[in-house]
T-cell receptor, first 111, second 112 residues
Framework: SQTIHQWPATLVQPVGSPLSLECTVE??????LYWYRQAAGRGLQLLFYSVGIGQISSEVPQNLSASRPQDRQFILSSKKLLLSDSGFYLC??????????FGQGTRLTVV | DAKTTQPPSMDCAEGRAANLPCNHS???????VYWYRQIHSQGPQYIIH???NNETNEMASLIITEDRKSSTLILPHATLRDTAVYYCIVRRGNTGFQKLVFGTGTRLLVSP
């Protein structure tokens, strides 16, 4: 069965520090992978998606970047965090004509 | 790209049916309607999806109008654990790539 792992679950980072959130999937090959962010009390905002290794598309300009070094690995990064980067980050896998599978999310607080 | 509109919030009494509406008036012929829900501080959970016909599973029923411009998610016997934000989404993109864009959803509060 398909599963998606995301870590860490919570993270508190100071402003200006780097960020690396990792997401891995199991039970599928060549998945389409996605990073979403949810600010407090807001909906889900699509940040990045990837259709394959090394292929990254950005939905909105921001202080973040994404990479896909392996088929089942998707990484969200920042060189210097801003207060506005705080939020709930979700990784998702969406197959063709199937439902989406979401990780349990990372709650990032930038202080 | 099709967009969806949902009421921001709804209330439902425990044990009663919860009917959550969604408008997707610009939906294309090959686009599906998906429903997800998100319980606080968790990832969204898939509920049901459909193209043209009404669908039912162990969680809910999905009623899609004949013109496909709107749909209704029905939770037949709501429980307190159904309190969540419910998202109606139209799937976009070609068969090789699908992108889910979430709106603001409907916050359903189930009360005793």
């Amino acid at each position: 069965s398909q599963t998606i792992h995301q870590w860490p679950a919570t993270l508190v980072q100071p402003v200006g520090s780097p960020l690396s959130l990792e997401c891995t999937v199991e039970g599928t090959s060549n998945p389409n992978l996605y990073w979403y962010r949810q600010a407090a009390g807001r909906g889900l905002q699509l940040l990045f998606y990837s259709v394959g290794i090394g292929q990254i598309s950005s939905e909105v300009p921001q202080n973040l970047s994404a990479s896909r070094p392996q088929d089942r690995q998707f990484i969200l990064s920042s060189k210097k965090l801003l207060l506005s980067d705080s939020g709930f980050y979700l990784c998702a896998w969406i197959g063709v004509n199937t439902e989406a599978f979401f990780g349990q999310g990372t709650r990032l607080t930038v202080v | 790209d099709a967009k969806t509109t949902q009421p921001p919030s709804m209330d439902c009494a425990e044990g009663r049916a919860a009917n959550l509406p969604c408008n997707h008036s610009t939906i294309s012929g090959n686009e599906y309607v998906y429903w997800y829900r998100q319980i606080h501080s968790q990832g969204p959970q898939y509920i049901i999806h459909g193209l043209k016909n009404n669908e039912t599973n162990e969680m809910a029923s999905l009623i899609i109008t004949e013109d496909r411009k709107s749909s209704t998610l029905i939770l037949p016997h709501a429980t307190l654990r159904d309190t969540a934000v419910y998202y109606c989404i139209v799937r976009r993109g070609n068969t090789g790539f699908q992108k889910l864009v979430f709106g603001t959803g409907t916050r359903l509060l189930v009360s005793p």
